[in-house]
Structures are given as structure tokens and as C-alpha cells.
Nanobody
Framework: VQLQAFGGGLVQAGGCLKLSCAASGRPFSTMGWFRQAPGKERVTAAAINWSGGITYYADSVKGRFTISRDHAKNTVYLQMNSLKPEDTAVYYC?????????????????WGQGTLVTVSS
């Protein structure tokens, strides 16, 4: 089982990035994107259930970020628009083999390696 996240980079405030996370090895129920800023704990940015019909967004990203998934590619995406310097963090994708959508890091058994997003002011 492997999750590979990519798409991070340096962008100016107001810009956009799209993160991708390709999963291999098995299908997953809930998938999520977490982020960890320097010196801070890892927190949920967004999560999506199996069907894509239920999504969760942290208040800080609502209206700017969109999570989606493609079952045919076993991939989850995070479209990030109107980026702000406070969005700067390492972004991790994570997956659950079963269960409902969750914002708890310990609910996720599988993690990608992280991709750095830096937003300059």
C-alpha cells in the first residue's frame, strides 16, 4: 500500500495549486488532506468519503479549496485557489481502509510522504 502526493511548490498569494495523491495497493474509503505548518500540529484541511458525496473542509479553507477523487485512477485531488501565506505548510494525503469521514489523524492508517506548499506574500 502506497500513497504518493505531489503538486506542491512556491506560489504567490492569490495564486493556485492542485495537489494529487495517487494510491496503490487497495481501494480506500475516506481520503483526506492534512497540513502541518512549521512548529504546529498536523490538522485536517479537507476530507472526502468513498462516493464523494460527503466532504469536510476546515473553516480556514472553505470556499477556496476543493477536494475530489477519481476512483478509476485511485487518486484524490486538492484544488487550492486564492492561496494565502498562512496556507504555507507540508500537505499530507491520508487514507482509511474503512469507516466514515474523519478529521482525526489517528483514524487514518495510510499516509503519503508530504508535499511542501509555500505561499509568498
Amino acid at each position: 500500500v502506497q500513497l504518493q502526493a505531489f503538486g506542491g511548490g512556491l506560489v504567490q498569494a492569490g495564486g493556485c495549486l492542485k495537489l494529487s495523491c495517487a494510491a496503490s495497493g487497495r481501494p480506500f474509503s475516506t481520503m483526506g488532506w492534512f497540513r502541518q505548518a512549521p512548529g504546529k500540529e498536523r490538522v485536517t484541511a479537507a476530507a472526502i468519503n468513498w462516493s464523494g458525496g460527503i466532504t469536510y473542509y476546515a473553516d480556514s479553507v472553505k470556499g477556496r479549496f476543493t477536494i475530489s477523487r477519481d476512483h478509476a485512477k485511485n487518486t484524490v485531488y486538492l484544488q487550492m485557489n486564492s492561496l494565502k501565506p498562512e496556507d504555507t505548510a507540508v500537505y499530507y494525503c491520508a487514507a482509511r481502509a474503512g469507516g466514515q469521514i474523519s478529521t482525526q489523524t489517528d483514524a487514518y492508517s495510510y499516509w503519503g510522504q508530504g508535499t511542501l506548499v509555500t505561499v509568498s506574500s
